[in-house]
């Protein structure tokens, strides 16, 4: 489906953890930590279908959701 992602990805996904944690003080322990990556990666490569699809500006949202 999607390529493995490039290093320089990782790299920036490494450097949003790192930051994210600290922000949160949210401690990862360094045996644990490229779990995280990893998983930060995959939630990214899952998301990206979504958000590369393109909405017309012409389209408003729903003011109540009726399924």
Do not use: G, W
């Not at 320089?8 to 922000?23: G, K, L, P, W």
């Not at 490569?45 to 393109?54: R, S």
Request: glycine content about 0%.
């Amino acid at each position: 489906m999607n390529p493995e992602p490039s290093p320089a990805h990782i790299s920036d996904t490494e450097t949003y953890v790192d930051c994210m944690a600290q922000i949160l003080q949210l401690p990862i322990p360094p045996e644990i930590r490229p779990s995280v990556v990893e998983n930060f990666v995959r939630a990214q490569a899952i998301a990206q279908p979504m958000l590369d699809f393109a909405l017309s500006d012409e389209i408003e949202a729903a003011p109540i959701f009726k399924p």
